[in-house]
C-alpha cells in the first residue's frame, strides 16, 4: 500500500504554487511572466497580450507605462524615477541598488517610452548580460511591458543558443530591443555592415556590471562601447549592479572617459538575515579542509521541500558530492532535488532552472552558475556549503532568496572544518558593516586590444588615427600610448617583427587607407574564436549511445583510462574513450570512485572577509565571544590560547618550533593563499639572504609555514625590513619561477590575442597542441623579441592573479608597522596544523592523507591532555 506522505507533500507543494502565482511581487521588481506560446516575431506575442487585456494606449509613452506600473500594482522606486529622469536628460551612468530592487525597469523603461516616442526601426536598445541563459528571462521582462504601446517594436536575442535562420535574419537587420552578451556582441561588430547596423542605437544596458567589471571580459566590453560610441555618438550607456564598492571607477569604465558618469542609489535596504549551522561538538569536527559532509546529516534534517532552497558550494566538485549526499540521505526527495553547475548541458540547467520557477524542484546543489540574473521568486532560503570566500559573493547569494524589493534575504552557513566558524563570524559582521570588495578591472591588456583590432578589421575597417583615439576613450585604454598601441597593430597586421615572414599571422592589412581583413579564413576562424578570453580547456560530454551530458577540462579526462568510473552531473558515468575532443562515457553498473576536479576551484580569502576576520579574532583575543559562531569555537580559540596567543589586529603572530621534520617557523598574516604564496616565497628568498639555509613553503587563508630541516635565527630575522617593500617586484621574480608561470600564462594570452587559435569545428586542436603552439611562440618572443609587450603581460598578470601583487604590496607596507609577537611552542597550535596538513598532503605515501591527519591529530590531543 502506498504511503500516504508523498501525496500530503505534494498537496503542500501544490497549495504553495498557487499562493505564488497569487502573491503580487510589488514595487518595481516583477514576477517573471510564464513562458510565451512559441511565435515567430516577438511583435505578434505583444499585440495578442494587449488584445487579450484589453488595454487601449492612452497618453504618451511614459505615462502609458506608468500606467502599466500601476495595472500591476506597483509605486515607482524614488531610484526609478531619478533613472528615468537621467536618461530623458542624457545621461549615462550606473545604478548601484539592491538585488531585487528593480534595477532592470529603472534602466530600461525611459529608454523603451524614447523609442516608442520616436517611432524608428532599427536597433535602439542594447542589452547586455554576462549570462547568455538569463537571456530568455530577460526577454520575458522586456516583452511584458510592450502591451501597453502601439508602437511596433521587436525584442530578440541574440546569443550562442541562438538559432542560424534568426542569425541571418539578423545580420541583415537588428529587431528594436536586444539582448545579447559580450562574446555575441564582439562577433556582431565583426560583421562588414556593422556601422549601419548599430548606427540608430539609443542606449546600451550591462546588466551584472560588478561580474564584467574585474575581468578580460568588461574590458572586451569596454571597447566595444567605445566601438558603439563611434558608430552612434548620441549613445546613453547604464550599468546594473548591486555588489559594488568602487562605485565612481565602476562607473567611469562604463560610461568611458568622455562623459561624466551619473550615479544612481538608492536607500532601499535588503536585510540580510545570517544563520550558522553549528557542528554538535568542535571536539570532533576537523580542523581543516574537507567538504563538510560531518554536516550532511544535520543539513539534511534542517532542509525542507515545502521550502524552496537553493544549496550553494564553492566548487563543482563539491556539489557533485553534496548532491550524490543529500540524494542517498533523502531519497524520498529523488524527484524535487536537482543539481546545477556551469558545466552540466544546457538543456539540463534549464529544465532545473525552469522548476525551480514553476515549484517542480524544491532545493537545488548549485555553484556560481546560479549567483547571478536568474529571478526565482519562490526560492525562500539559501544555503552556503563552506566559507564564502567574500562578503559580495555571500551578498550576492544570499539575494537569490525572497527576491522582491525590501524582502529578507535568508541565508545559512555551514562550517566545513572547525576554524571556518572564525569566518563565518567575521563574514556576518562584515554584512552587517556593508563591506563589499572592490572590483578592480584589469590595466590596458594588449592582447584583447588585438582581439579587438581584428574584429573592428572585419567590421568595416578602420584607420590607424580614428581607432587610437576610440580606443583611448575606454577607461581601461585611457594610458595607452602611440608606442603600445603601434605595437599591437603591427601584432595583428604581421605578427610583429619576429613573425613578419609568417603569412599565417598578417591577419590585417591595409587598403586604401583603411585596415581591413581581406582573407575569408582569417575572418572565420577569428569569428568561431572570439568568445575565447575565459574559455578553458573544456571537451565536450557524451553518452556513448548519444546524447550530450555538459563539459568537463582536458587535463581531467587525459588522467582517465577505459573503465573509470566517475560521478558528474549526479550520474555515476563510465569512461569508454576520447575522440575529436569528446568524452564517451556509458552508465556505470559499478560504484563511482571519484569526481571530477576543475581547475582554479579554490577560492582565496577576499580583502574584506581577510580584514573581518582579523577583527573577529582580536574580539576572542580579548575575550569577546558574544557570537555564536566564536563560542562553538573556543575550544579551538582556547587552545591556540593556551599554547601560543589568539593573533591580535595590530600585530603579526610568529610561532618557531622544533619537531622531527624540522625547525618551524609560522607566520599568520590572515591575507588569503594568493598573497601568501607570494609572501612565503619572498620571505623565504630573504631569510637565505641573512644564512644559507633550504625552505620547505605551505600556505592557507590564514598563514605560512617556513619549514628548514637545519637551525635558524627566526628571531634575528623577524625585524620590519624582512617585510620592505622596497625591490618587491625584483625578489618575487628572484624567489619565484615566474618564467615557467609566465610561460603557462601567455598559452591564454596567445589564444586571447589570436597567435594561436583552436581551430575550425571539426579540426580543433587539443589543448597539448594548443600548448605546444603556445610555448614555441613564448621560446621565440623569448629568444629574439625579450623586451615583447606579451611577454611583459604575461609576466605583469602573473604576479597580479597568482600572487595578487597590489595585495601583497599593502601586506607588507601593513606588516612593516606591525610588530611582531614571537611565541616559541612545543608543536604546531590549531592555527599552525592546518598548514602542517597542507603541507604532508603534497608528499607521496602510502598512508591516505585522513590516516595521517588523524594520527596527528590524535598525538596532538594526547600531548595537549598530558601538558594540561
Given at each position: 500500500?502506498?504511503?500516504?506522505?508523498?501525496?500530503?507533500?505534494?498537496?503542500?507543494?501544490a497549495a504553495?504554487?498557487?499562493?505564488?502565482?497569487?502573491?503580487?511581487?510589488?514595487?518595481?521588481?516583477?514576477?517573471?511572466?510564464?513562458?510565451?506560446?512559441?511565435?515567430?516575431?516577438?511583435?505578434?506575442?505583444?499585440?495578442?497580450?494587449?488584445?487579450?487585456?484589453g488595454?487601449?494606449?492612452?497618453?504618451?509613452?511614459?505615462?502609458?507605462?506608468?500606467?502599466?506600473?500601476?495595472?500591476?500594482?506597483?509605486?515607482?522606486?524614488?531610484?526609478?524615477?531619478?533613472?528615468?529622469?537621467?536618461?530623458?536628460?542624457?545621461?549615462?551612468?550606473?545604478?548601484?541598488?539592491?538585488?531585487?530592487?528593480?534595477?532592470?525597469?529603472a534602466?530600461?523603461?525611459?529608454?523603451?517610452?524614447?523609442?516608442?516616442?520616436?517611432?524608428?526601426?532599427g536597433?535602439?536598445v542594447?542589452?547586455?548580460?554576462?549570462?547568455?541563459?538569463?537571456?530568455?528571462?530577460?526577454?520575458?521582462?522586456?516583452?511584458?511591458?510592450?502591451s501597453?504601446?502601439?508602437?511596433?517594436?521587436?525584442?530578440?536575442?541574440?546569443?550562442?543558443?541562438?538559432?542560424?535562420?534568426?542569425?541571418?535574419?539578423?545580420?541583415?537587420?537588428?529587431?528594436?530591443?536586444?539582448?545579447?552578451?559580450?562574446?555575441?556582441?564582439?562577433?556582431?561588430?565583426?560583421?562588414?555592415?556593422?556601422?549601419?547596423?548599430f548606427?540608430?542605437?539609443?542606449?546600451?544596458?550591462?546588466?551584472?556590471?560588478?561580474?564584467?567589471?574585474?575581468?578580460?571580459?568588461?574590458?572586451?566590453?569596454?571597447?566595444?562601447?567605445a566601438?558603439?560610441?563611434?558608430?552612434?555618438?548620441?549613445?546613453?550607456?547604464?550599468?546594473?549592479?548591486?555588489?559594488?564598492?568602487?562605485?565612481?571607477?565602476?562607473?567611469?569604465?562604463?560610461?568611458?572617459?568622455?562623459?561624466?558618469?551619473?550615479?544612481?542609489?538608492?536607500?532601499?535596504e535588503?536585510?540580510?538575515?545570517?544563520?550558522?549551522l553549528?557542528?554538535?561538538?568542535?571536539?570532533?569536527?576537523?580542523?581543516?579542509?574537507?567538504?563538510?559532509?560531518?554536516?550532511?546529516?544535520?543539513?539534511?534534517?534542517?532542509?525542507?521541500?515545502?521550502?524552496?532552497?537553493?544549496?550553494?558550494?564553492?566548487?563543482?566538485?563539491?556539489?557533485?558530492?553534496?548532491?550524490?549526499?543529500?540524494?542517498?540521505?533523502?531519497?524520498?526527495?529523488?524527484?524535487?532535488?536537482?543539481?546545477?553547475?556551469?558545466?552540466?548541458?544546457?538543456?539540463?540547467?534549464?529544465?532545473?532552472?525552469?522548476?525551480?520557477?514553476?515549484?517542480?524542484?524544491r532545493?537545488?546543489?548549485?555553484?556560481?552558475?546560479?549567483?547571478?540574473?536568474?529571478?526565482?521568486?519562490?526560492?525562500?532560503?539559501?544555503?552556503?556549503?563552506?566559507?564564502?570566500?567574500?562578503?559580495?559573493?555571500?551578498?550576492?547569494?544570499?539575494?537569490?532568496?525572497?527576491?522582491?524589493?525590501g524582502?529578507?534575504?535568508?541565508?545559512?552557513?555551514?562550517?566545513?572544518?572547525?576554524?571556518?566558524?572564525?569566518?563565518?563570524?567575521?563574514?556576518?559582521?562584515?554584512?552587517?558593516?556593508?563591506?563589499?570588495?572592490?572590483?578592480?578591472?584589469?590595466?590596458?591588456?594588449?592582447?584583447?586590444?588585438?582581439?579587438?583590432?581584428?574584429?573592428?578589421?572585419?567590421?568595416?575597417?578602420?584607420?590607424?588615427?580614428?581607432?587610437?583615439?576610440?580606443?583611448?576613450?575606454?577607461?581601461?585604454?585611457?594610458g595607452?600610448?602611440?608606442?603600445?598601441?603601434?605595437?599591437?597593430?603591427?601584432?595583428?597586421?604581421?605578427?610583429?617583427?619576429?613573425?613578419?615572414?609568417?603569412?599565417?599571422?598578417?591577419?590585417?592589412?591595409?587598403?586604401?587607407?583603411?585596415?581591413?581583413?581581406?582573407?575569408?579564413?582569417?575572418?572565420?576562424?577569428?569569428?568561431?574564436?572570439?568568445?575565447?578570453?575565459?574559455?578553458?580547456a573544456?571537451?565536450?560530454?557524451?553518452?556513448?549511445?548519444?546524447?550530450?551530458?555538459?563539459?568537463?577540462?582536458?587535463?581531467?579526462?587525459?588522467?582517465?583510462?577505459?573503465?573509470?568510473?566517475?560521478?558528474?552531473?549526479?550520474?555515476?558515468?563510465?569512461?569508454?574513450?576520447?575522440?575529436?575532443?569528446t568524452?564517451?562515457?556509458?552508465?556505470?553498473?559499478?560504484?563511482?570512485?571519484?569526481?571530477?576536479?576543475?581547475?582554479?576551484?579554490?577560492l582565496?580569502?577576499?580583502?574584506?572577509?581577510?580584514?573581518?576576520?582579523?577583527?573577529?579574532?582580536?574580539?576572542?583575543?580579548?575575550?569577546?565571544?558574544?557570537?555564536?559562531?566564536?563560542?562553538?569555537?573556543?575550544?579551538?580559540?582556547?587552545?591556540?590560547?593556551?599554547?601560543?596567543?589568539?593573533?591580535a589586529?595590530?600585530?603579526?603572530?610568529?610561532?618557531?618550533?622544533?619537531?622531527?621534520?624540522?625547525?618551524?617557523?609560522?607566520?599568520?598574516?590572515?591575507?588569503?593563499?594568493?598573497?601568501?604564496?607570494?609572501?612565503?616565497?619572498?620571505?623565504?628568498?630573504?631569510l637565505?639572504?641573512?644564512?644559507?639555509?633550504?625552505?620547505?613553503?605551505?600556505?592557507?587563508?590564514?598563514?605560512?609555514?617556513?619549514l628548514?630541516?637545519?637551525?635558524?635565527?627566526?628571531?634575528?630575522?623577524?625585524?620590519?625590513?624582512?617585510?620592505?617593500?622596497?625591490?618587491?617586484?625584483?625578489?618575487?621574480?628572484?624567489?619565484?619561477?615566474?618564467?615557467?608561470?609566465?610561460?603557462?600564462?601567455?598559452?591564454?594570452?596567445?589564444?586571447?590575442?589570436?597567435?594561436?587559435?583552436?581551430?575550425?569545428?571539426?579540426?580543433?586542436?587539443?589543448?597539448?597542441?594548443?600548448?605546444?603552439?603556445?610555448s614555441?611562440?613564448?621560446?621565440?618572443?623569448?629568444?629574439?623579441?625579450?623586451?615583447?609587450?606579451?611577454?611583459?603581460?604575461?609576466?605583469?598578470?602573473?604576479?597580479?592573479?597568482?600572487?595578487?601583487?597590489?595585495?601583497?604590496?599593502?601586506?607588507?607596507?601593513?606588516?612593516?608597522q606591525?610588530?611582531?609577537?614571537l611565541?616559541?611552542?612545543?608543536?604546531?597550535?590549531?592555527?599552525?596544523?592546518?598548514?602542517?596538513?597542507?603541507?604532508?598532503?603534497?608528499?607521496?605515501?602510502?598512508?591516505?592523507?585522513?590516516?595521517?591527519?588523524?594520527?596527528?591529530?590524535?598525538?596532538?590531543?594526547?600531548?595537549?591532555a598530558?601538558?594540561?
Amino acid at each position: 500500500m502506498p504511503s500516504t506522505r508523498p501525496r500530503s507533500l505534494r498537496a503542500q507543494i501544490a497549495a504553495r504554487r498557487k499562493a505564488l502565482r497569487s502573491n503580487n511581487e510589488g514595487g518595481g521588481a516583477p514576477a517573471q511572466p510564464g513562458p510565451p506560446a512559441k511565435k515567430r516575431r516577438p511583435v505578434r506575442r505583444r499585440r495578442r497580450a494587449a488584445e487579450a487585456t484589453g488595454t487601449k494606449a492612452t497618453g504618451t509613452p511614459m505615462e502609458r507605462l506608468r500606467g502599466w506600473f500601476a495595472s500591476k500594482g506597483w509605486t515607482p522606486y524614488p531610484f526609478q524615477e531619478e533613472a528615468w529622469a537621467a536618461y530623458a536628460r542624457g545621461d549615462s551612468g550606473l545604478i548601484h541598488v539592491p538585488t531585487g530592487a528593480g534595477k532592470t525597469y529603472a534602466a530600461y523603461i525611459g529608454p523603451l517610452a524614447d523609442v516608442a516616442e520616436r517611432g524608428q526601426k532599427g536597433l535602439q536598445v542594447l542589452y547586455v548580460t554576462p549570462l547568455r541563459a538569463v537571456s530568455r528571462d530577460v526577454e520575458k521582462a522586456l516583452l511584458e511591458p510592450l502591451s501597453v504601446l502601439d508602437t511596433d517594436i521587436d525584442v530578440e536575442s541574440r546569443t550562442g543558443d541562438t538559432t542560424s535562420s534568426v542569425r541571418q535574419r539578423q545580420r541583415e537587420r537588428l529587431p528594436e530591443v536586444l539582448i545579447t552578451t559580450p562574446e555575441s556582441l564582439s562577433v556582431l561588430l565583426s560583421q562588414e555592415r556593422a556601422a549601419e547596423l548599430f548606427a540608430s542605437l539609443r542606449s546600451v544596458i550591462v546588466d551584472e556590471w560588478h561580474e564584467l567589471l574585474g575581468s578580460k571580459r568588461g574590458t572586451q566590453m569596454e571597447l566595444a562601447l567605445a566601438r558603439l560610441r563611434r558608430f552612434a555618438p548620441e549613445v546613453r550607456t547604464w550599468a546594473l549592479s548591486a555588489t559594488l564598492a568602487n562605485l565612481d571607477e565602476a562607473a567611469r569604465h562604463v560610461v568611458g572617459t568622455g562623459r561624466t558618469p551619473t550615479l544612481v542609489s538608492s536607500e532601499l535596504e535588503r536585510p540580510v538575515e545570517v544563520e550558522t549551522l553549528l557542528p554538535d561538538s568542535v571536539d570532533s569536527f576537523p580542523w581543516s579542509g574537507h567538504l563538510g559532509f560531518t554536516m550532511l546529516a544535520r543539513v539534511a534534517a534542517w532542509l525542507a521541500p515545502e521550502k524552496s532552497t537553493l544549496v550553494f558550494t564553492n566548487t563543482r566538485s563539491q556539489a557533485e558530492r553534496w548532491f550524490e549526499g543529500l540524494r542517498f540521505a533523502r531519497p524520498e526527495w529523488e524527484h524535487l532535488i536537482a543539481l546545477h553547475h556551469g558545466s552540466i548541458d544546457r538543456e539540463e540547467r534549464e529544465r532545473v532552472e525552469q522548476g525551480l520557477k514553476d515549484g517542480a524542484l524544491r532545493i537545488v546543489v548549485c555553484t556560481s552558475s546560479l549567483d547571478l540574473g536568474v529571478d526565482f521568486g519562490p526560492v525562500e532560503r539559501v544555503v552556503q556549503v563552506g566559507s564564502p570566500k567574500g562578503i559580495g559573493r555571500t551578498m550576492q547569494r544570499a539575494g537569490r532568496s525572497a527576491h522582491r524589493p525590501g524582502a529578507t534575504c535568508h541565508i545559512l552557513f555551514v562550517p566545513t572544518h572547525a576554524l571556518e566558524l572564525v569566518e563565518m563570524a567575521a563574514a556576518k559582521d562584515a554584512i552587517l558593516r556593508r563591506e563589499v570588495e572592490p572590483r578592480t578591472p584589469p590595466g590596458k591588456p594588449l592582447d584583447v586590444l588585438a582581439q579587438h583590432l581584428v574584429t573592428c578589421a572585419m567590421g568595416g575597417g578602420f584607420t590607424r588615427e580614428a581607432m587610437r583615439d576610440e580606443v583611448r576613450t575606454a577607461a581601461a585604454y585611457a594610458g595607452l600610448t602611440d608606442e603600445e598601441f603601434d605595437w599591437t597593430l603591427a601584432l595583428v597586421r604581421e605578427g610583429g617583427p619576429t613573425l613578419r615572414a609568417y603569412p599565417e599571422f598578417r591577419r590585417v592589412v591595409e587598403h586604401e587607407g583603411r585596415f581591413v581583413v581581406a582573407d575569408a579564413r582569417i575572418a572565420r576562424l577569428h569569428r568561431l574564436n572570439i568568445g575565447t578570453i575565459t574559455s578553458n580547456a573544456v571537451v565536450q560530454l557524451r553518452y556513448w549511445s548519444g546524447g550530450r551530458i555538459g563539459q568537463i577540462e582536458e587535463s581531467y579526462v587525459s588522467r582517465l583510462r577505459p573503465g573509470d568510473t566517475f560521478i558528474f552531473a549526479g550520474k555515476r558515468l563510465e569512461f569508454s574513450r576520447f575522440k575529436d575532443m569528446t568524452a564517451y562515457v556509458k552508465p556505470a553498473k559499478a560504484k563511482a570512485t571519484q569526481t571530477p576536479r576543475w581547475n582554479g576551484s579554490r577560492l582565496p580569502l577576499s580583502s574584506s572577509l581577510a580584514a573581518a576576520v582579523r577583527r573577529t579574532l582580536d574580539a576572542a583575543r580579548h575575550g569577546d565571544v558574544s557570537m555564536d559562531e566564536l563560542a562553538a569555537a573556543w575550544p579551538v580559540l582556547e587552545a591556540q590560547e593556551r599554547l601560543s596567543r589568539i593573533p591580535a589586529a595590530g600585530s603579526l603572530l610568529a610561532e618557531v618550533c622544533q619537531t622531527r621534520d624540522g625547525h618551524h617557523l609560522f607566520l599568520y598574516p590572515f591575507e588569503g593563499r594568493l598573497v601568501h604564496e607570494g609572501l612565503a616565497a619572498l620571505l623565504a628568498l630573504r631569510l637565505t639572504r641573512l644564512q644559507k639555509a633550504t625552505f620547505s613553503l605551505s600556505v592557507n587563508d590564514y598563514g605560512l609555514e617556513l619549514l628548514t630541516p637545519a637551525p635558524f635565527p627566526f628571531e634575528e630575522a623577524l625585524r620590519p625590513a624582512l617585510f620592505t617593500r622596497e625591490r618587491l617586484v625584483e625578489d618575487v621574480l628572484e624567489s619565484v619561477n615566474v618564467s615557467e608561470l609566465a610561460k603557462r600564462q601567455f598559452r591564454d594570452i596567445a589564444r586571447v590575442a589570436g597567435l594561436v587559435l583552436p581551430g575550425l569545428p571539426g579540426a580543433r586542436k587539443s589543448t597539448r597542441q594548443v600548448q605546444a603552439s603556445s610555448s614555441l611562440l613564448y621560446d621565440v618572443f623569448l629568444k629574439y623579441d625579450p623586451d615583447n609587450l606579451l611577454l611583459v603581460q604575461a609576466r605583469r598578470e602573473v604576479l597580479e592573479q597568482q600572487f595578487e601583487q597590489g595585495r601583497l604590496g599593502r601586506t607588507l607596507e601593513r606588516l612593516e608597522q606591525s610588530p611582531v609577537e614571537l611565541v616559541h611552542v612545543r608543536r604546531p597550535t590549531p592555527l599552525g596544523f592546518p598548514l602542517v596538513v597542507e603541507r604532508i598532503s603534497a608528499s607521496v605515501s602510502n598512508e591516505s592523507l585522513l590516516e595521517r591527519v588523524e594520527r596527528l591529530k590524535e598525538r596532538w590531543t594526547r600531548e595537549d591532555a598530558r601538558s594540561a
